[in-house]
């Protein structure tokens, strides 16, 4: 091996050392954003399974037919929302993440005279708000991640 074969070998290895870094700091980026969307993701999937859940007890022996139609469609706006927000659709996550925040923002303050009426109730409504506020900041680092993403 001459002494210009052996510049080029060494020459090509930091060249391939030099260029993967960046590449491994946007694989990185990349992970962390595809990280956040799977955790967005999965907290709209729980916030809808758990608004199914609750229904019955929403209910609460009701036999009204106005109650229950307006339990009908107030679960079929979040789990179509949520659905829709899963797939994607334009202003569904916006929308899904505004659900949430006002539903954290009418549960909160009453959930001290539940746990005085209704130790499960109370139970139920705290699982409920925090997996709303939970998802609520899932999609705020998101939509944060996403936009810091398209700058660089």
């Known amino acids: ?28 980026t990349d992970a962390v954003n595809a990280l956040s969307e799977r955790m967005f993701k999965t907290l709209i999937l729980v916030v809808c399974g758990w608004s199914l859940i609750e229904a019955p007890l929403e209910l609460g022996g009701s036999d009204a ?3 229950v139609l307006a339990l009908l469609l107030s679960k079929l706006v979040v789990v179509g929302t949520g659905f829709a927000a899963v797939a ?13 925040g006002a539903s954290v923002l009418a549960i909160a303050p009453a959930l001290p005279m539940e746990f005085k009426q209704s ?27 996403k936009k810091q993403s398209r700058k660089q």
Do not use: Y
């Not at 409504?125 to 997996?131: G, W």
């Open 1 to 28: 091996m001459n002494a210009r074969e052996l510049t080029d070998s060494v020459t090509s290895v930091h060249t391939d050392a030099l260029l993967s870094e960046p590449r491994w700091i946007q694989t990185g």
């Open 65 to 67: 037919h106005t109650v």
């Open 88 to 100: 994607k659709a334009r202003f569904a996550r916006g929308t899904f993440a505004f659900i949430c």
């Open 119 to 145: 130790f499960a109730t109370a139970m139920f409504s705290t699982v409920e708000c925090f997996s709303k506020a939970a998802c609520v900041i899932a999609f705020g680092v998101a939509s944060a991640r």
